[in-house]
Every structure is written in structure tokens, then in C-alpha cells.
């Protein structure tokens, strides 16, 4: 018998218990660094949406209906980093420090690409990430 | 170094992917199909991840329940269990590495403004990701192929191998 199996009441209780509670306040734009995806989500709001892979590095969130970009999530990110930083000796980035502003690793991103409507999809999410500043430990 | 760390998964040999997983603290062991021989193994998913889920995605209105956490209890386990196919080998620019990803169709989707199930997304397939350490990182759906609906778009190149 698995343990999944032997402990099924225990992943039912704790997932009772956070549905049972109300919802932490939030406030979007809102970032999250999954350590076992090694990805970064980023959130526009809490709303559904479909996956749209970009590129390697870039996914999209949309919404489903309205087509409107609810999100998206960079794949490999401390990879990314690790080579941005190995490529451009001046682009020091310390990820070990409070955090790295979103909207410039979005930029270096962009300038991988060639293709013009992805451009500008890096673009708006740049635009709408505000001064987003991610970290790189799990919350 | 946690002693469950060790148990990384060799997808090529099944000798060395015992069916259970040690217990780790702040994580919630799950059931999904084994694709070595389509037995049930265990995977693991954080209680961070959870939280995550439930805190971030659902409307304003905190008290009603995030649609996301619903839908990986409802949807993403469902499709753990029982998918229509299983990929390895997750592209990205981090070459191919040793994750899985499970596809299927679940029967419902929920709504994030009332939290309420609706019927699943048309033309969408729904993808379930885990690492080289069995655990669940992400699930999403994603747009379905329109030859083959019950699969991905791009399923041939975002993926190396086809295990199921």
C-alpha cells in the first residue's frame, strides 16, 4: 500500500482546513518561486486561465474567454540567471540579497527574441509587473 | 540533506522507484499512476505549493474557496490517477530532464468568482508536472491538439518521450 493511500486522511484534512478558511488578503501583482519547478508564477489576479507556452523561458496565463493576460510563469528561471549573468559581466545580479526587480529580467528576456507579437507580450507583462520585486526563497 | 532527497527517480529502471516515499515533513504524499507498470506509486506535493493554491487564485471575495485548489483536488489528482498520457522529459532551456507530465481530461473545471464546478474548459487538456523527486510542482490547462484532443498542442516537440 502506498503512503499517499495510508495518509489520505491526512492531505483531506489539511485541504479541509484551507478551504475552510477565509482567504489571505492579497494584492495583485503578486509573485511566487516554486523551488521544485525552479519557475516563477506571476499573478495579474486571481482569475482562470489557459497555459500558452512562448517560449523556453516564457508561459502566459489567459483567461479562457476574455483572452485577457491573467498571468505567467518563467520556466528555469535561476538558469536564466545564471547565464544572463555569465553573458553580461555588467548584469550582476545577487540573488541572494532582497530580491531582483522583476521588470529587468523581463527585459533581458525579451531582446532573446526575434519574433515581433512575442516581444510584445514581454512588453505588457513589463509594463503590468509595477516594481515587482521577486526573491528566490520559498515563502 | 533530507534523507527522501536520495530517492530520485531513475524513470529507465524500476528497481530503484519504490512504489511508497518516506514521509517529509511539510509535504502531503498523493496517488498517481506508476508509468514503470501503470501500478499506483506515491508522489508528494508542499504545503507551500497548497497554500499557494488557495491563497492567490479565486475573486475578491475571500470566503470563497480558490478555484485552483478545488480544481488540483478534483481535477489534478483525478488525472494523476487515471491520464490519458504521460510525457517525459518537460522541455525547457534546461535540457531534458528526468520530469514527468500527466495529460487527461477531467469532467469538471471550477469557477473562480463563485467557486462553483462548471464543465471543463472546451479544447483544453489538463497537465500535471513532477520533478525528478516525485513531487507535484504545477497543473494547468493548456490549449488541446486539434488532431488529437486529448493531448496537447506542440505534444511532439514539448516533450521527448511518450511513456504512456
Known amino acids: 500500500m502506498t503512503n499517499a493511500k495510508q495518509d489520505g486522511t491526512q492531505f483531506d484534512a489539511f485541504v479541509t482546513t484551507l478551504m475552510s478558511e477565509p482567504r489571505p488578503e492579497i494584492s495583485y501583482p503578486v509573485s511566487h518561486y516554486d523551488e521544485e519547478g525552479n519557475c516563477l508564477e506571476i499573478l495579474f489576479s486571481g482569475d482562470n486561465y489557459q497555459a500558452r507556452r512562448i517560449d523556453n523561458l516564457v508561459t502566459i496565463y489567459v483567461h479562457p474567454e476574455s483572452g485577457e493576460i491573467i498571468g505567467a510563469s518563467l520556466k528555469s528561471i535561476r538558469t536564466f540567471i545564471d547565464r544572463l549573468t555569465n553573458e553580461i559581466p555588467g548584469a550582476k545580479i545577487d540573488l541572494s540579497g532582497a530580491g531582483v526587480r522583476l521588470e529587468y529580467l523581463l527585459t533581458a528576456a525579451m531582446w532573446r527574441s526575434k519574433d515581433r507579437d512575442k516581444i510584445e507580450i514581454y512588453i505588457e507583462l513589463r509594463d503590468r509587473v509595477d516594481n515587482l520585486v521577486v526573491t528566490f526563497c520559498p515563502a | ?164
Open chain 2, 1 to 164: 540533506m533530507d534523507d527522501s532527497q536520495s530517492t530520485e527517480f531513475d524513470i529507465s529502471t524500476n528497481s530503484s522507484n519504490p512504489k511508497t516515499l518516506p514521509t517529509r515533513r511539510n509535504y502531503q504524499a498523493i496517488e498517481a499512476r506508476d508509468p514503470h507498470d501503470l501500478g499506483v506509486w506515491d508522489l508528494r506535493i508542499s504545503d507551500d505549493k497548497l497554500q499557494w493554491f488557495s491563497k492567490a487564485f479565486g475573486p475578491p471575495d475571500r470566503d470563497v474557496i480558490s478555484w485552483k485548489l478545488q480544481e488540483f483536488v478534483h481535477c489534478a489528482r483525478p488525472t494523476l490517477l487515471a491520464p490519458r498520457a504521460i510525457f517525459k522529459d518537460v522541455r525547457s532551456d534546461v535540457a531534458d530532464r528526468d520530469w514527468l507530465c500527466y495529460c487527461g481530461v477531467p469532467s469538471c473545471a471550477f469557477h473562480a468568482q463563485s467557486g462553483t464546478r462548471r464543465q471543463p474548459w472546451p479544447n483544453s487538456v489538463m497537465l500535471v508536472y513532477v520533478n525528478e523527486s516525485r513531487e507535484v510542482f504545477k497543473f494547468e490547462w493548456v490549449e488541446a491538439d486539434r488532431s488529437e484532443p486529448h493531448l496537447p498542442v506542440d505534444h511532439e516537440t514539448r516533450f521527448g518521450e511518450r511513456l504512456l
